[in-house]
Structures are given as structure tokens and as C-alpha cells.
């Protein structure tokens, strides 16, 4: 049987030894600091403080879900179709950035006299009339970082992988991402203009990982590209829209925005700067704004192209300024009436976080209990 010293027992819960004491004898147990007490009186003890007993270390799963705040739904009647969001997965060194550059360049026509196009995290191109939305945070980390929030940014991940190396470890860590998250696949089998490319093989790799190529008799489609000599690029980004078309990607640009942050981070001369995908809704120049525990007003936003812009559409990435603090990858953003409501909701939050933090340094875990004894 288990037992801790009573004194031992105030100092592991913070209180005098005299209120412990006092508290076990209103549970019926008569003990001096130097006595021992078992492990029921001491957990019923710990309670009368309101100290939660736990089994294992801290579980905050339990903490009330409400987050201050409620997005309205939209009525289906207001939904207008929008752009898919592209992310690039795949194993080290098999081609993501190659790839990204190369439908950069086979879509980028006309560059700004003299200027240097804007790095925002993001970029748009346009295939047949159609906007396609690529996100360059790498694949895995957007996934990572986006679904420790709940956040979902990708309509469709590409998958790369090089022909002449085939599927590896990131390859199939990549697979899982997408199918936990439910994002369709396209697979991009890379660096076919090399001796060695062996695309067969690639995809019968791809069938034993639960990856089933349509001339494997599944449903994912696979296009063979070199990003090195912009071949079949163009052929990927129509199977992209191909792939759009039938995810049926709706949103309603009549409303206040939401979106999600990709990346953030705060410059010397703007102050905290955050590249937000906007998912419903259209985000304005002179919008209240809550993003996480931030808030503020959106004073310029600035397009892929590294253009000023005065509103945003579902699918689109811009660069906002004019946030209370940087917020983290994958926090939302939602737009909400005024200047007052957005510090408002972001300071419950932030107290909220506060009251969290101090509750779970209350709690005595057991663990932490029996190793007293
Ligand atoms: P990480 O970001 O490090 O994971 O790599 P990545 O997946 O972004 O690969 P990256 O685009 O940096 O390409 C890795 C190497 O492969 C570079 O040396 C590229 O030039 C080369 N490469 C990429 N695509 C092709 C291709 O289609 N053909 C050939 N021959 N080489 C390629
Ligand atoms: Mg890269």
C-alpha cells in the first residue's frame, strides 16, 4: 500500500500543512505532519483543494471547445465555385521546388519591368482561363502544422516522386498525410529525362503503398514530368483542374472572410506580416481581423505578383499587414465586425490560454503522486 508523508503532501500541492491537516480531519483522518497517509485520503484531500487527481500527466481534451466567436454557415444558394489549393509533397531531393519553378515559368508570362516578383508563400497561375492556387510551404510541414490547429488549406496534393529513385520514406509519409487528411492525389513521377527513370516501377511502388495509378486499375492519376525541362507541365495542371472540377470547390465570396495563415513572420520595417490563404468570404483593405490571439486591421495586402491589392476572393494568398502580433501557420483568420470585437475576442483568447495554463499546473497527475510515496 502507498502511502506519502503529510507535509510531504502540502509541499506537492502547494498548501500549509495546517490546511491539510485541517482538510483530513473534515475526511475523517486524524494525522500530524510526520504521519503517513495512503493514497485515497490524500487524492480526496487534493480534491476538497479542487486539485484534480489525473491518471497520467495533463489531458486538456476535456477544456470547453468554444472559441468566442461563431462563423456563420453559408446557404448553399450563395455558393460560388472557386480555385483549387495546390500543395507539392514528396521525398527529399525528388523534384517539389524544381516543379513549383517550373509551372512558375511555364505560366508566369510577363514579369514586372525591373522588378523582383514578391515572395509571399504562395503563388497563382492561370491554365486555360482557370486559377490554380500552389502553396510553397512544403507539403508535410502544411499539413503538419495546419492539422495541429484543425486548419485544412489543400484541395489536392501532389505527389512527387523521382523516377529514378522511386518511393521512399517522405513518399510514403506524404501518402499518409494526404489520405488522414482526404485530399486527392496526383502523382507527378519526376526527373524522366534521367538515364536511370523508371517510371513502371515508380507506380507499381506507388500500388503496393495503397496508391493505385489508373493503368493499375485505380483512380489516382499519375503524370510523367521532368520540372528540369518543363516537360508534360502543362499536362499535370490540366489534370489539376481535371481533378478540381470533380472535388466541386465551392465558397461564398459575399461574406466576411476566413482563411487560414500559411506562414508569418514580422519584418523589421512592417511589422508582423502574415501570408493568409482566404477560404471563404473576401477579405478587404480596412478589415477587422482576429487571427489566433492577434488581431488588428488589415492595412495593405499585397497579391503573389508582389502587387497591392485591395480584396481577396476565396483561394487567394495575399500578404497582410497590420497585425497585433505574429500569428502561427495554420491559425484562422476570421474577419469580424469591428476593431473593438477583434482585440476583444483575441484578448478572451489569450486569457483563456492563461486560465488553461494555470488549471493544468494544478493538476497532480497520480504518477506524480505515487513517485512521493
Ligand atoms: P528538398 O526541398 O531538399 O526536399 O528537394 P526538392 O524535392 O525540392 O528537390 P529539388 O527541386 O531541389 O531538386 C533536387 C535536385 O534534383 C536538383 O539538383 C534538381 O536540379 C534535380 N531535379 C529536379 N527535377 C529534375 C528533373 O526533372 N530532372 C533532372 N534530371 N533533375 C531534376
Ligand atoms: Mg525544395
Known amino acids: 500500500d502507498q502511502k506519502i508523508v503529510v507535509k510531504d503532501f502540502a509541499e506537492l500541492l502547494g498548501k500549509r500543512v495546517s490546511d491539510i491537516i485541517g482538510k483530513l480531519i473534515q475526511v475523517g483522518v486524524m494525522a500530524a505532519m510526520n504521519q503517513e ?9 487534493a480534491k476538497e483543494f479542487d ?17 468566442f466567436i461563431v462563423i456563420p454557415e453559408d446557404d448553399e444558394k450563395d455558393l460560388k465555385p472557386r480555385p483549387p489549393v495546390v500543395t507539392v509533397m514528396g521525398h527529399v531531393d525528388h523534384g517539389k521546388t524544381s516543379l513549383l519553378d517550373a509551372i512558375r515559368n511555364t505560366k508566369v508570362t510577363t514579369r514586372e519591368a525591373g522588378g523582383i516578383t ?76 534521367k538515364p536511370g527513370a523508371n517510371p513502371d516501377r515508380v507506380k507499381q511502388e506507388l500500388s503496393e503503398h495503397g496508391v493505385l495509378i489508373e493503368e493499375w486499375g485505380g483512380e489516382v492519376i499519375s503524370v510523367e514530368v521532368s520540372a528540369l525541362q518543363g516537360l508534360n507541365i502543362e499536362e499535370l495542371l490540366e489534370m489539376i483542374l481535371l481533378v478540381a472540377e470533380m472535388e466541386e470547390l465551392k465558397a461564398n465570396p459575399n461574406r466576411d472572410a476566413v482563411g487560414t495563415v500559411v506562414e508569418a513572420q514580422l ?20 478589415d477587422s481581423v482576429v487571427i489566433g490571439t492577434s488581431h488588428g486591421r488589415v492595412r495593405a495586402m499585397i497579391s503573389d505578383t508582389g502587387k497591392r491589392v485591395k480584396s481577396a476572393t476565396p483561394s487567394t494568398a495575399v500578404e497582410i499587414t497590420g497585425l497585433s502580433d505574429v500569428p502561427a501557420a495554420g491559425d484562422q483568420l476570421i474577419a469580424v465586425a469591428d476593431d473593438k470585437m477583434a482585440r476583444t475576442i483575441a484578448e478572451k483568447r489569450v486569457n483563456k490560454i492563461k486560465e488553461e495554463q494555470l488549471k493544468s499546473s494544478q493538476k497532480v497527475s497520480l504518477d506524480a503522486l505515487y513517485s512521493q510515496m
Request: aromatic fraction near 2%; proline fraction near 3%; charged fraction near 25%.
Open 118 to 193: 514578391q515572395h509571399i508563400g504562395a503563388s497563382e497561375v492561370q491554365v486555360n482561363g482557370k486559377k490554380i492556387v500552389f502553396l510553397d510551404t512544403p507539403g508535410h510541414e502544411a499539413f503538419t502544422a495546419m492539422r495541429a490547429r484543425g486548419a485544412k488549406v489543400t484541395d489536392i496534393a501532389i505527389l512527387v516522386v523521382a523516377a529514378d529513385d522511386g518511393v521512399m520514406p517522405q513518399t510514403i509519409e506524404a501518402i499518409n498525410h494526404a489520405k488522414a487528411a482526404e485530399v486527392p492525389i496526383i502523382v507527378a513521377v519526376n526527373k524522366i529525362d
Open 51 to 67: 486539485v484534480e487527481v489525473v491518471e497520467k500527466a495533463v489531458s486538456q481534451d476535456e477544456e470547453d471547445e468554444t472559441d
Open 267 to 286: 519584418d523589421k520595417g512592417r511589422g508582423p506580416v502574415a501570408t493568409v490563404l482566404v477560404q471563404n468570404g473576401t477579405l478587404k483593405v480596412g
Open 37 to 45: 497517509i495512503d493514497f485515497e485520503t490524500a487524492a480526496k484531500v
